[in-house]
Structures are given as C-alpha cells and as structure tokens.
C-alpha cells in the first residue's frame, strides 16, 4: 500500500511540473478537473492495493486447466534418476552378475568388453581427456555412475529400450564400472551404494564461460 | 497458313529435339506444345498440397548404423526467406520417431510444485496463445568443421539449422497453474520417444520465454518435430527444445542426464568439459552461391545468406568478396526478429578470377562471429559442439564452389 501511495505522489509530482510546462489554465474548470483526477487517483490507489494484495496469494490457479495428476502415471513416469541417486529403485547387482547380460544384450553394439564397438566404446581413455587423442567413455568423462544407471534403464538396449529389471540394470552398471576399474568384480550395487559411487571425472565439468572468443 | 506450309510445320516439328509434340489447335493455326499449360485444364484440386514434382530439394541424412538414431539436414542452398518448410526441417532424432494418439498423450507436471497436474492436448490449447518466428540448431551443427573444412556443402556444414513460425502456451502459465515451489530452480524435460531424451533445464529460463508448442508453420507440428508436443527453448541448442513432451518435473539440482553429461558438453584442451553450454551464439553462412550449384558465370549474382544468434537480433552482416581483404555490409531483410533467421544480400560482379566468399555476422550484444582459428586457439581441436565460425567458400576461376 504504501508503495502506491508513493507511486501516486510521484505521478502528481510529474503532472505538476508537466502542467507548470505547459502553462496550465487556471481557474474553475480546472479545478474541477484537477479534483476529478484526485478521485480517480485514489479510485486507481484502491485498485492497486488490490491487485498487490491478490498477488501474497498467487499460488491460486489462474485458468483452472488440467486435473490432478494420476498417481499411476506418476508412479510408472517418474523414471529420471538424480545425481545423488535419491530415487534410485530396490534392487543389485555386481560386475559378476552384469558379464552374462552384458554379453547377451550389449555386446553386439558395443563390443566384447565395451571397448571394441561397432558403437563408441564403454571402457577406456583413463587420463586421456586433455591429450591429443581424448577418449569420451563412462570411466574416463562420466561425473556421476546415477547417470548410468537413469540411462540404461530409460533408453537400452537400443532395440528394446526400458526393458530391463532393476537388478539388471544395477548389474550391468556395476559391469560397466568394473570394467574401467572403478569397482571390484563383486562390489554390489544398490540404491544406497551406488550412489557413493565416486566417478574419476567427477571434478572435470565446469560452468560455461562464453561469450570466450574475442 | 497453307496446307504445304503446315506440312512443312508438322515435318520439321516432328524432327525438333526436345518433346515438342506437332499439332495445330483447330482453326487457330497456332503451333500447340505438349506443355502449354493455357491449352488444357490443369490437375485437379487437392485436399492437401504437395510441391511441383518438378522440386527435388530434400534433406541429407547422415549415415548410421540404426536410422531411428541420426540427423536429417536442411538444403538450405536451395532456400530462399527465413521460414524453413516443416518438410524440411532439420532433425535429429535419439531414438526414432514415435506414432503418438493426441487425444491419448498427457503432459505431466510434478516435482517441487503445489499441485502436480496433467494436461490434455485440449487442456493446454486453452490457455492463452504465443505465436513467435524461432530458428532451432543442434548444437553439433558445423561439428565436422573444427579443424579444417568437413562438409561438402552448405547442407552438410550448417544444415542442422532451420526456422519456423511455432505456436503455443508459455511454459511459465502452465507452471503457474501448478504453483512453482519456492526451492525449485530446475526442470526436468522427458520425451515420450525410445530414448525417453531427458534435458535439464534452468527454471528461469523456463520461466522466461520457452514455449510448449503444438504448432509449427500453422499446422499442428510434424511428427518429426515432436507432434503433438514439443518445448521451444529459444537460443538454446536444439536437444534442449524436447520433442514428444510428456513428462515435467521440477527440482532444486540438474540431473546430469547422460544428453548433458556424456553428449552435449564440450570438452577444453586441459582436459575440462563445460556443462549446461546452452546459447546458440551468432553464426551466419552464404547459402548463394555454395558449393555444389552450376559453376558461376562471369557477371552480376546476388550474394545471399543466413544469419542468426540465440542471444537476440543480427545486427549486422558483413561480406567479404575477396578473401577476407575488405568486407561490405550486407543487406538485412526485416523485419530482423530476436533468436530468428535473418536473410541477408549483397550484390557482386564477379570478375572471373579466382576468390574466396565469406560472411560475419554481428547480434545485438555486440558479439562477432568469430574465425576457425580464433575459436581453436581457445576451445582446442577436441570441441564437438557449437561451432560457429566464419564460413569461407573458395571460388575457382571456372566458378566452381569449394569449402575451404
């Protein structure tokens, strides 16, 4: 309110000067006029100290669309897996588990052990990042094994994607660690350990500094 | 005409090359051509258009082992305006393109907000409508283009571009009518297609300007494009504007996906990569001539080109004609609208010696398109991502077009 209040004798102040300006007539008419505005300003004061005061309970929807959503979907949607892993589902797996279904549902785009593709390879580029040959896998760019994980479970195999159970996303997560030496063949993954999981590049992103070429 | 002068027509159009048919219209005398279209009724209407089948212009799909997961790009050479055809937009695609029941599809919208809802088509076409020209690119366009001349032409070194006319909702009305918690600072973005594409983004940005769009060129969207919803991020890399929109949920933290981690980032000489490198910044490209068009002829041509920044209007676009020694301010067709193609001129008479074309463009930050080199002495030659240098086209004194 008193932020109108202010804003109003600001405005008054502005017609004063603008009116002084111009040369404004006086007499009757005018101040006739002049009273005229002073009403609709504290009409328009009134107005204002409404609006604000609407605006402390904006939480109110404004168009009234959609519906609640449905806890079904909610459940079955609600697939993203975070950075620290909060909403990782029950389950295990180890490296050791992995081997089989990696070589069953993986191998064929991604090679043997990961590193012979056809597909860009899983394993490798240990300390490559800043050489003249950089290799971009999950041990050697990924910051967080979650990502792993969220990515495997949502979009692999490439053919069947979103197709895979829990445990069998866990194992072949613990594969794909193992196999850049990140995790020993029998570390058993789950939604508390895998989490803790600290990944090599972790501390290699940075935040984007461009416009960066003069 | 006499009858020995009409044999004499009918013999010696019979023996003329080129499908010229002999015949006279009846009592006019006048020779008829096969293709005289005012001498016959034309096709018929037709409920949806095509183009001429005389046009062959289509996009250029790289090749991949798995064709639901590649890029198609725009023959922007054979373009001409700002507004890209919807057949013709560039694409790119994680994990195929999905057949999706509009009446069936919902928007979801949860995480740190008052009241998760979810939209129906319908739902979301009632609130109040945003209609905005926007280019869209993928941030990988121009990637082959890092350390030296990758494409072939036009198509394969900036085709992953195109500009359209979106219509839809703002994001930030939707969010409203779910009551943005007070900790939330990300969004969640999640396709319904193969690879369920998940991009994180900043909720002020959301709040801003993104759209969630079911419009494109005024029709609904192109399946492609992400029917029968997609979001619009302006200025910011095309993966980030999630096609087939089901799911929104919003948190205090980035996910750190794998499309924003293990793709998406770009990676520096020493070895760090930078993350969440959204803006498309300034870039401009002569589409006429190119390379792979009929080789110049001596005389007058109009230079003609594209110029576009994800941090606003093009200011400004120089030309250069002989190898970078002077540059002419080209010709800005408006209106010039922020985060949108803007086509540029510049009239040349090409003398017949040999030459190099190019082209820089300014936005209304005041940024400048920079060199190939100038960007490498900085991002390294190991950067996959947001490429935006001056493109140089070589002419060759027989006025053929190379990428130099």
Known sequence: MSEAMERKRQVAAARRVRDERRGAPAGHAWSVLRAAIVVVNALLAVAFAAVAAAGETAAAP????????????????????????????????S????????????????????????????????????????????????????????????????????????DEVYALTAFLLHANGIIAADTVLDRDSLPAVRMPNRGGFVPDPRPDVP | MSRIDRRRFLRRARNT?????????????????????????????????????????????????YPTSTASWTPLAGLDGVVTPSALHYERHHGGVPDIDPHAHRLLV?????????????????????????????SGNGYREWTGPGGADVQQTHGLTSCSEWTGVRLADVLAECGVGPAARWVLAEGADG??????????????????????????????????????????????????????????????????????????????????????????????????????????????????????????????????ATWQDATLHGPV?????????????????????????????????PTREALRAVRGDHSFYHYNGIQRWRVDAAGRLFNV
């Open chain 1, 62 to 93: 404004r168009f009234g669309l959609g519906s609640a959503a449905d806890d079904a979907r909610m459940a079955a949607w609600d697939i993203a897996i975070d950075a620290a892993g909060a909403s990782l589902p029950a389950g295990q797996g």
């Open chain 2, 17 to 65: 090359a080129g499908g010229v048919v002999a015949g006279l219209l009846a009592g006019s005398g006048r020779p008829v051509h096969a293709t005289d279209t005012t001498r016959m009724q034309g096709g018929p209407a037709r409920p949806y258009g095509e183009r001429s089948r005389f046009e062959k212009l289509v996009r250029w799909i790289t090749p991949a082992r």
């Open chain 2, 110 to 138: 949860h995480g740190l907000v008052t009241r998760p809802l979810e939209f129906t088509l319908e739902a979301l076409r009632r609130f109040p409508q945003v209609v905005r020209l926007c280019f869209l690119e993928c």
């Open chain 2, 337 to 369: 609208l922020p985060v949108c193609h803007t086509r540029f001129t510049l009239p040349w008479r090409w003398d017949g010696a040999a030459t190099v074309l190019a082209s820089r463009c300014h936005d209304e930050t005041g940024y400048v398109q």
């Open chain 1, 95 to 166: 490296a050791r588990d992995g081997a089989s279904i990696y070589a069953a549902k993986c191998a064929h785009c991604h090679g043997a052990s990961g590193r012979e593709g056809p597909d860009p390879p899983l394993v490798g580029g240990a300390g490559s990042l800043d050489g003249d040959a950089p290799m971009q896998t999950v041990g050697s760019y990924w910051p967080y094994a979650t990502t792993i994980y969220d990515y495997v479970h949502r979009a692999m195999p490439f053919t069947a994607p979103g197709s895979l159970a829990p």
């Open chain 2, 195 to 324: 690879a369920a594409m998940t991009r994180s983004i900043p909720l002020a940005k959301c709040l801003d300007d993104v759209i969630l769009a079911y419009a494109q060129n005024g029709e609904a969207l192109r399946p492609e494009q992400g029917y029968p919803l997609r979001l619009l991020v302006p200025g910011y890399e095309g993966s980030i504007s999630v096609k087939w929109l089901r799911r929104l949920k919003l948190g205090e933290q980035p996910w750190y996906t794998r499309e924003e981690t293990a793709k998406y980032t770009d990676l520096m000489p020493d070895g760090s990569a930078r993350e969440f490198s959204f803006v498309m910044e300034a870039k401009s490209v002569i589409t006429q001539p190119s390379p792979g068009g009929e080789p110049l002829a001596a005389g007058f041509h109009e230079i003609r080109g594209l110029a576009w920044s994800g941090r606003g209007r093009v200011t400004r676009v120089e030309v250069s004609c002989d190898d970078g």
